[in-house]
């Protein structure tokens, strides 16, 4: 399972649109929309006292809470964000 930051999809839809083909590709995998829930929830306080500056940084860490409760890989254009978090797997879409 792959989970989208929305650098990824912004990307596939505007300017040179770098990430549109390998959004295709996992479009047509039949990916969904998953919820966030209080696992997530739960995950996301876990990393917010886990990294060094999370002020700021909620959206990214729900993010990164999804995709670990998920078990999921993380595809972002913006690694440095996500780079400090645990357990996450994190990569820019090939």
Request: hydrophobic letters at 50%; zero cysteines.
């Given at each position: 399972?792959?989970?989208?930051?929305m650098?990824?999809?912004?990307?596939?839809?505007?300017?040179a649109?770098?990430?549109?083909?390998?959004?295709?590709?996992?479009?047509?995998?039949?990916?969904?929309?998953?919820p966030?829930g209080p696992?997530?929830?739960?995950?996301?306080?876990e990393?917010?006292?886990?990294?060094?500056?999370?002020?700021?940084?909620e959206?990214?860490?729900?993010?990164?809470?999804?995709?670990?409760?998920?078990?999921a890989?993380?595809?972002?254009?913006?690694?440095?964000?996500?780079?400090?978090?645990?357990?996450?797997?994190?990569s820019?879409?090939?």
């Amino acid at each position: 399972m792959i989970l989208l930051d929305m650098s990824v999809v912004i990307d596939s839809f505007t300017g040179a649109r770098h990430s549109a083909r390998a959004l295709w590709r996992v479009v047509e995998k039949g990916e969904r929309v998953v919820p966030f829930g209080p696992e997530e929830a739960s995950i996301a306080a876990e990393l917010y006292r886990a990294v060094q500056r999370p002020r700021g940084r909620e959206i990214d860490l729900a993010i990164a809470a999804a995709a670990i409760a998920l078990d999921a890989e993380l595809w972002t254009l913006n690694l440095g964000d996500f780079r400090d978090i645990p357990r996450l797997r994190v990569s820019a879409p090939a």
